[in-house]
């Protein structure tokens, strides 16, 4: 697993990955959190955005960097999705498999290197949605003076953990998808259509949708719980959620053909 883990990220931290990687990082964390703290309402939480009550406290530089991301769930199942996927249409697993037998360890090398990036990049995220939210606090008449106590820093990895697990389950149901389907379209196609429209739709019509459907779970959890679900009970099902997509990925990928 370690060799394989190591492989990836040499693949993974190439120079022109890693600034387009920043770049797109920098352009959404800053983006975002700047469209949030702008549209903050004043007074207390009255919808999905937040509002200056919520900023005010000494977790709001973060909560901003949370609730921005909370709306970018289909990009991490894609981004996850095609990375793996891709490796099959180029015909890279099968020369990765001549070098790690061990199909089991080589996923799991790939997938850890995988995540471990994205870990990489959301601490970058967080720090410059603080900065950013910290920045146009004043203009938007929200008291920062919270932002930098303990209490923030406590809230801040208390933020960076529960989206580290969020992009987790989006992570591990990205790659069994790319697994089992191995072409790139076809996987993205599914998997933007899947945590795209077809569950949000299906939510309109079914009020139960949002305890049954892993990226709708996914994204309750990230919000800290809904009206009809909470978060811990979000967090109980999308781990028996991820921890079947492992199995499947594990599964599909240690007995298929790779030729």
């Known amino acids: 697993m370690t060799r394989a883990l190591r492989f990836e990220l040499i693949k993974l931290w190439r120079r022109r990955t890693v600034l387009l990687a920043l770049a797109v990082t920098a352009v959404f964390s800053i983006g975002a959190t700047a469209l949030l703290v702008a549209a903050a309402e004043p007074g207390p939480a009255r919808g999905p955005g937040l509002s200056v009550d919520e900023l005010a406290a000494a977790g709001g530089g973060t909560q901003a960097f949370a609730t921005a991301l909370a709306f970018a769930g289909f990009f991490v199942l894609v981004l996850f999705t095609g990375a793996t996927a891709a490796e099959f249409s180029r015909g890279n697993v099968r020369t990765m498999v001549l070098r790690q037998p061990d199909r089991l360890r080589l996923l799991a090398g790939k997938f850890a290197a ?29 008291d920062a003076s919270a932002w930098t106590s ?19 389950g989006y992570a591990l149901l990205g790659t069994a998808l790319a697994v089992v389907v191995r072409s790139v379209p076809i996987a993205l196609a599914v998997g933007i259509a899947w945590a795209g429209p077809f569950e949000h739709i299906l939510a309109d019509a079914w009020n139960g949708a949002n305890a049954v459907f892993p990226g709708l779970l996914l994204e309750t959890f990230v ?26 990925a594990g599964t599909v990928f240690t007995r298929r053909d790779v030729a």
Not at 116 to 123: D, E, H, T
Not at 228 to 234: F, L, N, W
């Open 150 to 168: 303990g209490a923030a820093l406590t809230a801040a990895f208390g933020d960076y953990g529960t989206v580290l697990i969020w992009v987790t």
């Open 114 to 142: 995988l995540l471990a990036s994205a870990a990489v990049l959301l601490a970058i995220a967080e720090v410059l949605g603080w900065t950013t939210a910290r920045v146009l606090a004043g203009g938007q008449g929200i």
């Open 223 to 248: 919000a800290g719980g809904r009206d009809d679900v909470s978060a811990g009970q979000a967090l109980a099902t999308s781990a028996v959620y991820g921890v079947l997509a492992a199995a499947v």
